[in-house]
């Protein structure tokens, strides 16, 4: 199994110690694991050109340096997507890596490879905005196709700092080991849920008169507009 975590960012404080736990759950001979650090292995802002999404995702002008990150997240069977709260949502390094992926989206062109991984969303905050984030990046992760997602953040109350000094770290251990537990059953039993397979039909729907003539031809080429799926 290969297990990719996306970080949100270089600082390793309460949010990259929580993730290391994870990956400890996850540690055994069989399993490999690769790391995308942000802003380090990605630091280009989403010009609002639309290239990926009218003309083709090769036509982005960033597409050299982000393709290479895609193909790590097309292998990875886990996704981990992992931020602290920064003014109440994700870090912005983090949210211009997702802008780079709106092509890929359900609505758009959705690889047929995320129908079969799990996610997981890590974030921490000092105080308010865990919600917040975990939404946003939920989101990203179910539109790209993603059926089953987990969640894990925690408030520390606490900033720059990290978790191993805070008062209620067995807890958190006890937290993360159970959630891991739930993220290793999803791994072995996959299966893509109603509310997955109810939006691919609906935006199926609309590719039939789709306005944009780079996703038809896609949904065409794959043959999902005569009734093939990706699942």
Known sequence: ?????IMGTAHRGNTRAVVDL???EFENSKNEFDEVVLPIDFNNICMGCANC???GEENCPHYNEINKIIKKIENADLIILATPV??????GALKVFLD????M??????KEEMFNKVGL????????GVKNTVKLLKSNLFYWGVPTIYNYGVTTMKMGGNYVDYDKKDKIQKQVSKKAKKVKKALVKRKVGFKT???FKLFGMTQKNGWNKTDVDYWKEKGWLNGKKPY
Do not use: Q
């Open 1 to 5: 199994m290969k297990v990719l975590t």
């Open 22 to 24: 994870f990956l400890k």
């Open 53 to 55: 999404i009218l003309k």
């Open 86 to 91: 920064f003014v109440g949502s994700c870090s």
């Open 100 to 103: 780079h992926l709106a092509y």
């Open 105 to 110: 989206w359900l609505v758009h062109r959705p």
């Open 121 to 128: 969303i890590i974030t921490s905050a000092g105080g308010s």
């Open 197 to 199: 397979k109810f939006f």
